[in-house]
């Protein structure tokens, strides 16, 4: 799955690919400190999932997922967060996992667990949804 990750404390990004290097079928395609420099890469580029620092300068995460839900509607989101206030928030827009910081590998691949069982999720309705001839919105 090809995944970004958004955060801008350039030690959070660079401790996350370190992390989840040798998680299976996560590929790292970006790691941005700039939550629109993410965007424009996901306009531009097939992302799968997006990991998303809530609180930023500029645009929050929680606006981050919005924009990229809008211009992906099937991307999973996890929220990654110092703090677990924000997790109201991320049911609201539909976020998909939460972790809060600090975490370590064994916290990434129970995330990717969770996101490996609903990307299975989406495409099962997808395909099911198609041979029964429902369109879906």
Known sequence: MRAIIVDDEIIMLNSFQRLSSGIPDLTIVGAFDNPEE??????????????????????????????????????????????????????RIGGDYYIVKPYKTETLEIAMDRIRLLAKRQKRIYTSGLSEGFPFL
């Open 38 to 91: 993410a965007y424009r890469f996901a306009q531009a580029n097939p992302v799968d999932i997006a990991f998303l620092d809530v609180k930023m300068p500029r645009m929050n995460g929680i606006e981050l997922a919005g924009a990229l839900r809008e211009l992906r509607p099937d991307i999973l989101i996890v929220f990654i967060s110092a703090y677990d206030e924000y997790i109201r928030d991320s049911n």
